[in-house]
């Protein structure tokens, strides 16, 4: 079998280093074709390539160690696994220290659905629910269940207050819940599985958002589970798939670029510039940067920034790391 690093290595080889008067290849893994790291990926390269940089996008899965030897500068991960990839814990198995955070492309809002008319409003009518049927593990996708941890935690509750059933992947839990084969799953806001399972649900008055708990207390809990995640209340609204009953707080985590700490400095600067400056052309490739808060494009975390990246922010007075 061929050995997929080696490939990998090959692959994205620098063609020339700058200053030479030949573009330095920057390599950035974009994650499998139709993904949400594909998607940023294609736009960031797009705008980059139109801006005087060099970027080549490769689809891979599982690419953080890639990103930790070196063989590819670039590539994507939410926040919660930004900071479990450095220091080894959540759902990685060992630590990765040769990577560094870029900023953030734009939030993720997610949260707990459950067909409406079991009436669970907020996270603490689960109690004492022992019966309710939970996706659980997310055999191909195994920061999900944090974002579920995280969410019981702020009611003082876990999984195993419940009845598990184990899915493999974030689309089947969601098909679980459209099926009735669980009560409850993480579903993204305006998800297209999650508004063909509520379609499903529609005698069931649909799917409705469980509301997170925010006071102090819970978002003490909550980041505990999942690091580097904030609240964001959603009001009730009829045109967006479970909040048509009522509002709640959701879970949103960072969309982060990364980088190998490795990359010249000159070239993380430069990409970050022409992201901080680009808004625009970024939402037109892909809408999700429509979102984004570029004036808060570096918030704590526990990996650490790539000195091209600070120093870009302290050139455009974006506070970093706090």
Do not use: K
């Not at 997929?4 to 020339?16: D, N, P, S, V, Y």
């Not at 939970?134 to 974002?147: D, W």
């Not at 509750?157 to 009735?180: E, R």
């Amino acid at each position: 079998m061929l050995d997929f690093r080696t490939i990998a290595a090959a692959g994205f080889a620098t063609l020339a280093i700058a200053g030479t008067g030949h573009a330095q290849v920057i390599s950035m893994a974009t994650g499998a074709q139709g993904s949400l790291a594909y998607n940023a990926g294609q736009a960031v390269a797009v705008v980059a390539n139109e801006n005087g940089l060099t970027v080549r996008t490769q689809p891979l899965v599982g690419y953080m160690p890639l990103l930790n030897s070196g063989e590819v500068d670039f590539g994507y991960v939410n926040g919660a696994e930004a900071a479990f990839a450095y220091t080894g814990t959540g759902n990685f198995d060992r630590a990765h220290p040769d990577v560094r955070l870029v900023g953030v492309m734009f939030p993720l809002t997610t949260g707990v659905m459950a067909p409406c008319d079991l009436g669970l409003q907020t996270v603490d009518d689960m109690a004492g629910r022992s019966d309710l049927r939970i996706a659980s593990e997310y055999t191909s996708s195994t920061i999900i269940p944090f974002y579920i941890e995280g969410v019981l935690a702020t009611g003082g509750m876990s999984y195993d207050d419940f009845t598990q059933v184990p899915v493999s992947s974030f689309v089947d839990g969601i098909n679980a819940l459209g099926d009735g084969l669980v009560d409850v799953a993480l579903v993204s806001l305006n998800a297209g599985a999650g508004q063909q399972a509520a379609v499903q649900l529609q005698d069931r008055g649909g799917l409705c958002y469980i509301s997170m708990n925010d006071g102090e207390e819970a978002f003490a809990a909550y980041t505990a589970v999942l690091p580097s995640g904030t609240i964001r209340a959603m009001p009730q609204n009829e045109s967006i798939n479970g909040l048509q009953s009522w509002g709640a707080n959701l879970v949103a985590v960072p969309w982060m670029l990364l980088a190998n700490a490795g990359v010249d400095e000159q070239v993380v600067h430069d990409l970050t510039r022409v992201i901080h400056q680009n808004q625009e052309a970024l939402t037109a490739s892909f809408g999700a940067f429509g979102n984004a808060d570029f004036s808060a494009m570096a918030p704590a975390n526990a990996m650490p920034y790539h000195p091209g990246a600070i120093r870009y922010y302290e050139e455009a007075g974006i506070p970093a790391g706090e």
